[in-house]
């Protein structure tokens, strides 16, 4: 870093603009990395050397030119709610928070155009005022940005019905280069694909569009299973059934749902559980499709409570595994794709090769208009060595596995690599946006 850049930083935007704190440069330059051992133990260390907090577009503009000129790393943060070190900064530099960035420019028919550092959960709160809600968002979505989202995610509650981020659930963005004179570009369409689930490494988002949905009332149910096998296949049937509106369909395999301790009490001990999000009015049918395949509904949170209290979102997509952390900290996940075809024979093979070391978690959801069993799989951590003689035996039965214990997107599962290189040799000719995170 240069000598006296504080000052001249400073000076660009304002002693709140920019933090220096040991507090605040270690606070601010940690995500949830920790979920994972092996990029804990690699990233812990890692710090910015300071933090910029731009209040508007402007800012981020003259931040990023300032960065420019002295070759500074710039790396991009929302709420710091990512699992893979997206928001940490691996060669010093500045953290550029982007939490001020968070006014709700319009709520339309349709859609809503917001800054990047708005919370999902304020953007869910204020569209389910004029009849919408969103379309997809994580479980995190109470804290999580959505430029965050958008930039280190890609599905959660929601993709049963609506699909990933790629599949239609960003319409339009403002990215901003890393330039002398940062340019201010406004994307669409496929256009958008360089900038999702990117990590900030092909520019800085300061505004994004999304699609909303039109509000529906959700009644939240959990249905039990004597086996894990059965409460998969109902929720293949219940994500299949066109009658049923739904938000979250996730089959757990035990013990993993005696880690929800706030719902111990109402769960059957031993018993798989599949924590549902259907539209108000149709518990009796789901309740039929249940009973097929031997089960039977247990709690239910009638739809006139949906978001008063504690939800069965908050369990799911990787709250699953925070819960189980709480438990067991040794535990850590993987992320997976089974077969839509196989799914119930990788299980078998799964269970008869690692018993209660890998405990199955599955997320029904579409991704490019096909039903997939996504899964978030448990697994008991003993060693990375181990971890990925597990990561090569889900390979060779063909479930694909999607790193989380990687930073780096190349290696972690991206297949549209490529366009997003040279995105990023185009908008970062320095190579300073979050450096190390992309190989180019």
């Not at 089974?338 to 599955?362: C, M, R, T, W």
Request: proline share 5%.
């Amino acid at each position: 870093m240069a000598v006296g850049w504080e000052k001249e930083m400073r000076d660009l935007l304002g002693e709140e603009g920019l933090l220096l704190d040991s507090d605040s440069r270690e606070r601010l330059s940690k995500d949830y990395f920790w979920y994972s051992p092996v990029l804990n133990r690699k990233l812990k260390d890692k710090s910015a050397d300071g933090i910029v907090v731009p209040k508007d577009e402007k800012e981020v503009a003259l931040a990023l030119s300032f960065a420019y000129r002295h070759q500074i790393p710039v790396t991009v943060r929302g709420a710091g709610t990512g699992n893979y070190g997206q928001a940490v900064p691996l060669m010093g530099g500045i953290v550029l928070d982007l939490s001020r960035l968070d006014q709700i420019v319009e709520i339309g028919d349709g859609y809503a155009r917001v800054g990047c550092g708005v919370r999902l959960g304020t953007l869910e709160k204020r569209a389910r005022e004029v009849g919408q809600e969103l379309r997809i968002y994580p479980s995190t979505f109470v804290k999580a940005t959505v430029g965050g989202f958008v930039s280190g995610g890609s599905g959660g509650i929601g993709s049963i019905t609506w699909g990933n981020l790629w599949d239609g659930n960003v319409l339009e963005a403002v990215i901003y280069t890393m330039e002398l004179i940062p340019r201010r570009l406004v994307v669409r369409g496929k256009e958008l694909y360089d900038y999702i689930h990117n990590y900030g490494t092909t520019g800085v988002m300061t505004e994004v569009t999304v699609p909303l949905a039109p509000r529906k009332e959700w009644t939240q149910a959990i249905a039990q299973f004597d086996r894990f096998d059965q409460a998969a296949q109902f929720g293949e049937a219940l994500a299949k059934d066109e009658t049923v509106g739904k938000r979250l369909i996730s089959p757990v395999e035990w013990p993993i749902p005696s880690y929800f301790i706030p719902f111990v009490k109402v769960l059957e001990p031993g018993a798989a559980a599949v924590l549902m999000e259907i539209e108000d009015g149709t518990l009796e049918r789901v309740a039929a499709i249940a009973g097929r395949f031997g089960g039977r509904i247990g709690h239910v949170i009638e739809a006139a409570q949906y978001r008063k209290s504690i939800g069965l979102s908050d369990f799911t997509w990787n709250h699953t595994t925070l819960w189980a952390l709480k438990t067991d900290p040794t535990i850590t996940y993987l992320q997976a794709g089974f077969s839509p075809e196989k799914y119930l024979d990788q299980i078998a093979q799964i269970k008869n090769e690692f018993g209660d070391e890998v405990l199955l978690h599955f997320e029904w959801m579409r991704g490019g208009g096909r039903l997939t069993p996504s899964s978030l799989p448990i697994i008991r951590y003993r060693s990375e060595e181990r971890l990925y003689e597990i990561v090569r035996f889900f390979e060779s039965i063909g479930v694909r596995v999607f790193d989380p214990h990687t930073w780096v997107l190349d290696h972690g599962g991206r297949g549209d690599i490529a366009g997003m290189q040279r995105k990023k040799a185009e908008n970062d000719p320095l190579g300073l946006l979050n450096p190390g995170k992309i190989i180019t």
